[in-house]
């Protein structure tokens, strides 16, 4: 499973607040509408928080890909997405 299958599938799973996503061996806890966070228990911040948009969790993707330890999709500063 991939990073973005994995993480969709722990946050559509997850609860209203404080949800929690594991990918591998990395577990991220967030809440919504709050900055601070948790990777392994340890604590860390985003820039942007994590909120609902039309029934979807949304979390920034960069910071998040950078928290669990993957390498965002895409290079030299550019993002591509696909269905």
Not at 15 to 28: E, I, W
């Amino acid at each position: 499973m991939g990073l973005t299958a994995g993480l969709i599938a722990g946050l559509t799973a997850g609860r209203a607040q404080g949800v929690t996503s594991a990918f591998g061996s990395v577990q991220l806890t967030f809440t919504l509408d709050q900055t601070g966070t948790f990777v392994n228990g340890d604590p860390a911040t985003l820039l942007a928080a994590p909120r609902v948009v039309g029934g979807r969790t949304m979390l920034p993707l960069r910071e998040t890909a950078a928290l669990l330890g993957q390498p965002p999709p895409g290079a030299a500063g550019q993002v591509q997405l696909a269905r």
